[in-house]
């Protein structure tokens, strides 16, 4: 093989032993996952807000970002249920760039996957010991999930990944709600054989074990634009495009049929700015249209506490250095601007 073998790393259980969770937090992280199952069984009409950084790249500034969060998530918790993202692993288009903390805890230095395995846990179980949350991340590695399958509210399976066998199936055994994203060249349709494999049982490897799935019937779509033949981005948020996914899911017998739509990435062209209209513009069609209600269970923002981005190497304190985000100020005046107008 054209590699080098640096070194064996933890297994998951024996990182959990190390850095436990406690009794007291599992009861917090039980009570959320209660309270978000509820909102894709339908049983609750709390809207979701899943806000935070592109990528976490620096764990003090993203902890004062998630303190600034409680402050507001406990303001609107009558109409919305905040999950911070906390990103860890970051898909790259070409494998080129910073791929976040787990792959390099300083992103100015070379990768260290050891000790990024210890400052993504450390930084998970801090949002929930310091300000009750558990949180969102993104599955780039299935096998990795077990690191912090103790601590997450929330899994989305990314756009370069939706196809691939592996993630599918780990997604069918997970317990909390798992968003598929569409692709990056838009086809609907691998999205929605991605949410019906991630809902159905199997049989597979995982860690060298042969093990057998039960399904995640919280398994949803996430729509996020896409990327047409000539590069340009195209969104898929708009009212049209809403009723064309339900009409999916109801020839597809999808169950709980739900989507989460992200505001960034090719929907906003990465003009971090348009998040604040386009999340205005979901919210209006949710209440004007009572199926897109039922299915728009909520909205992924991109954010943190400075407006913009900055390259790597870049020591401006809270401002993202991979995709643009809303700064915290901007942040918060959306999020009351959302629970005034949401229905």
């Known amino acids: 093989m054209n590699m080098d073998f640096l070194r064996k790393l933890p297994i998951p259980k024996d990182v959990k032993e190390q850095y436990p969770v406690t009794d007291k937090l599992s009861a917090i992280k039980d009570a959320r996952d209660r309270e978000i199952s509820d909102i894709f069984s339908g049983n609750s009409d709390k809207f979701l807000l899943i806000i935070g950084p592109c990528s976490a790249d620096n764990s003090k500034a993203v902890l004062d970002y998630i303190g600034r969060l409680r402050i507001a998530a406990d303001k609107v918790k009558d109409k919305i249920i905040v999950i911070p993202r906390i990103y860890t692993n970051k898909p790259r288009t070409t494998g080129e ?140 948020y708009h009212y049209e495009d809403l009723c064309l996914l339900g009409e999916l899911y109801s020839k597809n017998g999808v169950k709980n049929p739900a989507a989460i739509v992200d ?22 069609s949710r209440n004007n249209n009572n199926d897109i209600k039922k299915l728009v269970k909520g909205i992924m923002i991109e954010s943190y506490i400075e407006d913009g981005n900055q390259p790597v190497g870049g020591h401006i304190y809270g401002k993202s250095i991979t995709d643009p985000c809303l700064g915290w100020e901007k942040t918060e005046k959306l999020i009351y601007r959302i629970a005034d107008i949401i229905k």
């Open 97 to 236: 760039g910073y791929k976040d903390m787990l792959h390099q805890p300083d992103p100015e230095n070379n990768p260290d996957m050891l000790r990024g395995i210890v400052a993504i846990r450390q930084l998970h179980m801090s949002a929930l010991s310091d300000y009750g949350f558990t949180c969102a991340d993104e599955m780039l590695y299935p096998e990795n999930h077990r690191y912090l399958s103790d601590l997450l509210a929330y899994v989305a399976v990314g756009a370069r990944s939706v196809e691939n066998q592996q993630h599918r199936l780990t997604a069918s055994g997970l317990d909390i709600p798992v968003g598929m994203k569409n692709p990056t060249g838009g086809d609907m349709n691998v999205m929605l054989n991605s949410i019906i494999a991630a809902q159905g049982s199997h049989t597979f490897i995982y860690r060298g074990w042969e093990v057998r799935s039960q399904g995640n019937p919280m398994a949803h779509a996430i729509l996020r634009g896409y990327v047409d033949f000539t590069g340009r981005a195209v969104s898929n």
């Open 263 to 284: 505001a960034n990435h090719a929907n906003s062209g990465k003009r971090y700015l348009e998040q604040i209209r386009i999340a205005e513009d979901i919210v209006h």
